[in-house]
């Protein structure tokens, strides 16, 4: 809810638009910290992008000697599922990226999501996507909602001005 309170104002002053990746446990709830169906359903038709991190935010990562076969068993509802979900519930278009829960990824994660038919997916790890620099399935992300980050540290991530001060976030 302090995306759509805080960030959706602001963004909207400075004519950008954000990608936000949602829980559908937390969607679907009562909890009033979390953003609902009808406030997701206003973020894509002001022309944001609402994509996905998954039904439960369960990892995708695998459990210690886990299978792929086992953790597409636990997790194929809360990745392929999910995609659905979002096209029905929020009336999106096709949701084509995915968030893992955690930024926790391996192998069998980044083959999950693929399988799953998403086309990109982002960590946790902090950064820049470059063209040709990563793989689309392990892709860095700015986690602005991150614990101790602080608003100078935010604003060189937005700015770029980071890339030029060696160890800043």
Do not use: C
Not at 124 to 132: A, D, E, L
Not at 159 to 169: D, I, K, N, S, V
Request: net charge positive.
């Amino acid at each position: 809810m302090n995306q759509l309170t805080y960030g959706v104002p602001l963004l909207k002053k400075y004519g950008f638009t954000a990608t936000f990746f949602i829980v559908k446990k937390w969607a679907e709830s009562a909890d009033p910290a979390f953003m609902h169906v009808a406030q997701l359903r206003e973020l894509v038709a002001d022309g944001h992008d609402v994509e996905s991190h998954t039904a439960n935010h369960w990892l995708l990562s695998r459990k210690h000697s886990e299978s792929y076969d086992t953790l597409k068993a636990r997790a194929w509802d809360a990745t392929f599922g999910m995609r659905g979900w979002m096209s029905d519930a929020l009336k999106t278009r096709t949701v084509v990226a995915l968030a893992y829960p955690g930024g926790r990824f391996d192998d069998f994660a980044m083959r999950l999501a693929r399988e799953a038919g998403y086309e990109l997916a982002f960590t946790t790890k902090p950064g820049y996507v470059t063209v040709g620099g990563q793989s689309q399935f392990a892709l860095p992300r700015w986690n602005v909602g991150a614990r101790g980050l602080q608003q100078s540290s935010f604003v060189a991530a937005v700015t770029g001005a980071e890339r030029y001060r060696p160890g800043a976030l």
